[in-house]
């Protein structure tokens, strides 16, 4: 008797899941049907704000649903990042997924709350730039060279500014610091944007910012740029050299692309990755990419998940011979 009890349990369970099943496939179908929520984990206006916005704008047009960018700042974007694990994974949260806060932060971070491999359904690539060397007008050195000189010659009397500790802005300068045997003070914020407010009213000095966000400053001759972080020069920069022309083995590319927490369907992942890529191609957002010093990045799920594995490993000596490392 026993016997035909479970027998028949595990019939109505299977019965149960095949008329789930065509519900479903029609749900993940007719998705989206409403309103996405796009996870920013840092402020307004730094370059990962904008260019999330620059694509998610053309994602909503093409999906015919409104992304709607939700900033969690804090933490170094930790918190943010957090929240995207944790959510539900309907395909209706999605969010950034950085060099930073998935291949740097486990090497800086004592305990993340989130695993960046096994929490995560990486979906498409969006964006790779450099970071740029800038300095407020009032440091009196216009090239690398002349920088590196006067930092050499004024340990510690020169501050740098950060969008957070853990941040690929804060570890470009960290890495410049171990090459070049200079010393500089570490202020971070939560965000790039404060850290270009005050450093373009001079009260840090030195940042090495994402190129998208700082960029416009230097045209405006508001900042000085000695450098770039990229292995060559910057088409939308031509006159500003790669920092490994004076710094040997100085390379830091940023790349940013978009994803949702584990256990997203398989097709909705597949459908959000298409658009996301799609989107790349569209003129208006080449443009806007090319004037902010950037260029696509389109990337697969795969390619993705392979990217952030493989960058892990390349980062965690890094960080631990720079000696940087946040609590928490």
Known sequence: MPQF??????????????????????????FPNKQIKFIV??????????????????????LGQQVLIDNRAGGGGTIGTDALAKAAPDGYTIGLITISMFCMAPAL????????????????GMSVWPNMLVVHPS?????????????????????????????????????????????????????????????????????????????????????????VTSRTRN?????????????????????MGFGGPAGVPQP???????????????????AKFAALGSDPWPMPPKGLQDRIVSEIAVWAPIVKASGAKVDG
């Not at 299977?14 to 479903?24: F, M, Q, S, Y």
């Open 41 to 62: 984990p840092y402020t307004p206006a730094g370059a990962t704000d904008n260019i999330s916005r620059i694509v998610m704008a053309k994602v909503s047009e093409m």
């Open 268 to 286: 909705i992942v597949d459908k959000l990755a298409a658009v996301g890529t799609r989107a790349l191609e569209d003129p208006d957002v080449k």
């Open 139 to 227: 440091v009196p050195a216009k090239t690398v060279p002349e920088l590196i000189a006067l930092l050499k010659a004024n340990p510690g009397k020169y501050n740098m500014a950060s969008s957070g500790s853990g941040t690929t802005i804060h570890l470009a300068g960290e890495m410049f610091k171990q090459l070049t045997g200079t010393d500089m003070l570490h202020v971070p914020y939560k965000g790039s944007a404060g850290a270009i407010q005050d450093l373009l009213a001079g009260n840090v000095h030195i940042m090495f910012d994402n190129m998208p966000s700082c960029w416009p400053h230097v045209q405006a001759g508001k900042l000085r740029a000695l450098g």
């Open 235 to 255: 088409k939308a920069a031509p006159d500003v050299p790669a920092i490994i022309e004076f710094v040997p083995n100085y390379v830091v590319e940023v790349w």
């Open 5 to 30: 009890k479970t027998s028949r349990r595990a019939l109505l369970v299977g019965a149960a899941a095949t008329l789930a099943a065509p519900g479903l496939a029609r749900a993940q179908d007719a």
């Open 109 to 124: 971070y004592a305990k993340l709350p989130y695993d960046p491999v096994k929490d995560f359904s990486p979906m498409a």
